[in-house]
């Protein structure tokens, strides 16, 4: 399995493809990143999400 952008989105599914190439569940995943980017002061977190939903292609499906 190849790192994507999932089809099951709550923006532009960075997060949830993280968790499928990872085999780990999405909502913890998503709590994770949620908890990471509050405690960095939002900007590490919010840039990463918008270089990945860049960079990351869209799912085959």
């Not at 569940?25 to 919010?46: C, E, H, N, Q």
Request: proline share 3%; no cysteine.
């Amino acid at each position: 399995m190849k790192l994507q952008r999932s089809n099951e989105k709550v923006f532009a599914g960075v997060l949830g493809g993280f968790a499928e190439y990872l085999g780990w569940d999405k909502t913890l995943v998503r709590l994770g990143y949620s908890a990471i980017t509050l405690f960095t002061m939002f900007m590490p977190g919010i840039i990463f999400y918008f270089v990945a939903a860049i960079v990351m292609p869209d799912s085959e499906n």
